[in-house]
Nanobody
Framework: QVQLVESGGGLVQAGGSLRLSCVAS????????MGWFRRAPGKEREFVAG????????YYIDSVKGRFTISRDNTKSTMYLQLNSLKPEDTAIYYC???????????????????WGQGTQVTVSS
């Protein structure tokens, strides 16, 4: 049974940083591309960043480029999202997700992903 568990969210002031983690179990983590999404209050779920199976390819939406960094440690079955220079508009529930294939770090549709975590709340105060 595939499980994805996010952690690391919290309340931070604008300009601050957080590091989100997504621990995977129940499958061969290193075989699959992964991604981070977020859902802000009253908005649709939004793709944030993606990473291929070995971390050699990453992709970011424009609004987080230069501020967020996606990475993975296949030895720990864990994916990360480093959030720097946070803005109030980054406030959202952040979800990790697993693709059914090894590549495609730029896959941005929720339907491109087969499994989802429960989410972790990130709140940025101004």
């Amino acid at each position: 049974q595939v499980q994805l568990v996010e952690s690391g969210g919290g309340l931070v002031q604008a300009g601050g940083s957080l590091r989100l983690s997504c621990v995977a179990s129940g499958h061969s983590f290193s075989n699959y591309a992964m991604g981070w999404f977020r859902r802000a209050p009253g908005k649709e779920r939004e793709f944030v960043a993606g990473i291929n199976w070995n971390g050699g390819s990453t992709y970011y939406i424009d609004s987080v480029k230069g501020r967020f960094t996606i990475s993975r440690d296949n030895t720990k079955s864990t994916m990360y999202l480093q959030l720097n220079s946070l803005k109030p508009e980054d406030t959202a529930i952040y979800y990790c997700a697993r693709r059914p294939v090894a590549n495609g770090s730029s896959a941005s549709a929720p339907s491109d992903y087969a499994y989802w975590g429960q989410g972790t709340q990130v709140t940025v105060s101004s």
